[in-house]
């Protein structure tokens, strides 16, 4: 966290507001290759995350992702504003990958 901190990043507020904090400032080991074969096999059913590793399957529904993690799936308000160019360049209603240069090159 003291990335953000230090950087002078604006979202740090949003990730207290949203209780994030906490589980971004965990240490623990990470095994990237077991991370990347998880995400490589997800599946999303109905709100559940279904995923196989080594030939373990697991199952990750909300309330389960809840107890791992202490994170709301409810999401919270937004609070403050965005920079009206964001607004525009990053809208959601626009196609995956699609970029709109805001100057003349």
Known sequence: MDFFSNESFECIQAFQ????IPFMSLKL????????AFYSNLEIQESTLISEVF???MIIDQSLFYDLT????EG????????DDWK????CMMPAGWFR???QI
Do not use: A, H, M, R
């Open 17 to 20: 507001n949203s209780n994030l």
């Open 29 to 36: 080991p990470v095994y990237s290759e077991l991370v990347k």
């Open 55 to 57: 030939g373990i399957k």
């Open 70 to 73: 202490q994170l709301s799936s």
């Open 76 to 83: 919270v308000p937004f609070e403050g504003t965005l920079n």
């Open 88 to 91: 525009f360049d990053f809208s």
């Open 101 to 103: 240069p805001t100057k």
